[in-house]
């Protein structure tokens, strides 16, 4: 009997195989009705996603996994430090400037800190939430 996975580049045929081998599929006992077909369809799938995942699994064990997550959230940390750094860097030349107009109240005030954390906090999450999503994404592939 060939393997699911083996449909994988067919979907009609995939599709076809999975209602074919779910009528094989034993019911427990307490499986409600409205669950049947659920469950026979799942536990089907059950063979698919094995195939799958060893066919397309990068990774050797989750250790390797954290080790890549690691690197990239290094490397994150050490961008947004440098970032941080050049924004301070900014707030305290622009300080030091006779200005008749600010960007924000935290500027007015001169508020160093109320204004950095404004603006780390949009810078993280900007970066952890634009720009990396697809770098992990593809270094990772969970």
Do not use: C, W
């Not at 393997?3 to 599929?25: A, C, R, T």
């Not at 995942?53 to 080790?67: G, H």
């Not at 008749?100 to 005030?109: A, M, P, Q, V």
């Amino acid at each position: 009997m060939n393997k699911l996975y083996d449909y994988h580049g067919n979907k009609e045929e995939l599709v076809k195989q999975i209602l074919k081998q779910k009528d094989s599929i034993n019911l427990p006992q307490n499986i409600p009705e409205t669950l049947t077909e659920d469950y026979k369809i799942s536990r089907t799938l059950d063979n698919y996603l094995e195939d799958y995942f060893d066919i397309n699994s990068q990774f050797t064990s989750i250790s390797n996994v954290d080790i890549k997550i690691d690197k990239i959230l290094a490397k994150f940390i050490q961008e947004v430090m440098d970032g941080v750094s050049q924004e301070k860097d900014k707030f305290r030349k622009a300080m030091n400037t006779k200005k008749k107009r600010f960007k924000n109240i935290f500027e007015f005030s001169k508020s160093e800190n109320l204004y950095l954390s404004n603006i780390y906090t949009r810078f993280i999450s900007e970066n952890l939430g634009h720009n990396r999503k697809n770098t992990i994404y593809n270094s990772v592939r969970l």
